[in-house]
């Protein structure tokens, strides 16, 4: 079968290239999916860039030990294993490849699922489980235009809330389109001086030192830095992060993770089947140009989210 293999770290152009690789063995839990589309995420970009260094402990000190990238799949069902009873060979399906067993039936084109489920379950847990979102919920979404902002923007909408977006001047008519009820132009306007208050703040840029950040979280407010979703460089937003973690016994600091099981899953795609929510897709490219789809992503000035699709 065809792939992209990463063969060490630097530009995806130079470290990305299409090959052919023999089909990964089928346990009794697994599934074997004829991909139709996928999506690159920050993880993605993280590990072909390969800094900072001390990310390559993880991964591999020269080149990264799993040579694939990706998480997020949408695709047909090939092969399940004998432990797996609720999909079958011809089924559509979408999810991540870190949970085979837990894939369901995908909500629009296969392009849409595919881009779904990293940037949604996380947009998804920061809103309902770490936020606690609900109807009149004051929420700041900072970086409202990347893929995991974007989502956030409207499960924040469709639970109740009042919401603010923060991104750049081109995106702003993007984001009040997914239902922000105020947008913060970032290039005009530093939502850290203003005079609001919010109770849930999603920072997916970490482009100001949390103590600012805090200062606008209203009493007993929350406060998620998001390093699953960052658009805004890894060299910036480490130091952040770890300063926000040092902060959490004194204010509101939470922290998301992007949680793929059943439960999730369809919750997500029920709120893309009922129209609630959609899936922004920047561009899509075609496999053999998933070298340049990775360097959109790491332009930091995707829309939404950067697909790929598998003919």
């Known amino acids: 079968m065809k792939a992209i293999v990463q063969t060490g770290y630097g530009e ?12 990964p063995p089928v346990g009794a839990d697994g ?34 030990s799993t040579p694939v990238r990706g998480t997020d799949v949408a695709g047909v069902v090939e092969e399940v294993g004998a432990d797996v009873p609720d999909l079958r060979p011809g089924d559509a399906v979408f999810g991540a490849l870190w949970d085979n067993g837990r894939m369901l039936h995908p909500p629009g084109t296969f392009a849409e699922a595919g881009a779904a489920p990293m940037s949604g379950l996380t947009a998804l847990s920061a809103m309902r489980d770490v936020g606690r979102v609900g109807p009149g919920t004051r929420v700041l979404v900072n970086g409202a235009s990347g893929g995991v902002g974007t989502f956030a923007v ?25 239902g922000a009820d ?20 999603l920072d ?19 406060f998620i830095p998001n390093s699953v979703g960052n658009t805004g460089g890894m060299f910036a937003c480490l ?4 300063r926000a973690k040092l902060m959490r016994r004194s204010t509101g600091v939470k922290f998301v993770t992007c949680v793929v099981d059943r439960e999730n899953l369809s919750a997500l795609a029920a709120l893309l089947g009922s129209g609630d929510v959609r899936v922004v ?15 959109h992503m790491l332009s930091h000035r995707a829309r939404g989210n950067v697909g790929i699709t598998v003919p």
């Open 12 to 23: 995806p152009e130079r470290v990305l290239r299409l090959a052919e690789v023999e089909p």
């Open 154 to 178: 409207q499960i924040a909408r469709a639970l109740g809330a009042e919401v603010t977006g923060v991104c750049g001047t081109r995106n702003l008519e993007l984001v009040r389109s997914l």
């Open 239 to 242: 130091p952040r992060m770890a």
């Open 281 to 295: 897709i920047d561009e899509t490219y075609a496999l053999e140009r998933a070298p340049a789809a990775v360097a």
């Open 31 to 64: 599934v074997l999916i004829r991909v139709k589309a996928t999506s690159v995420n920050t993880p993605d970009w993280i590990v072909v860039a390969g800094v900072p260094y001390v990310l390559r402990v993880r991964s591999g000190l020269r080149r990264p």
């Open 182 to 201: 105020h947008v913060v132009d970032h290039t005009a306007q530093d939502f850290t001086d203003g005079g609001r208050q919010y109770d849930v703040i």
């Open 204 to 222: 997916n840029v970490m482009n100001h030192p949390p103590s600012a950040t805090a200062r606008v979280l209203a009493p007993s407010g929350i």
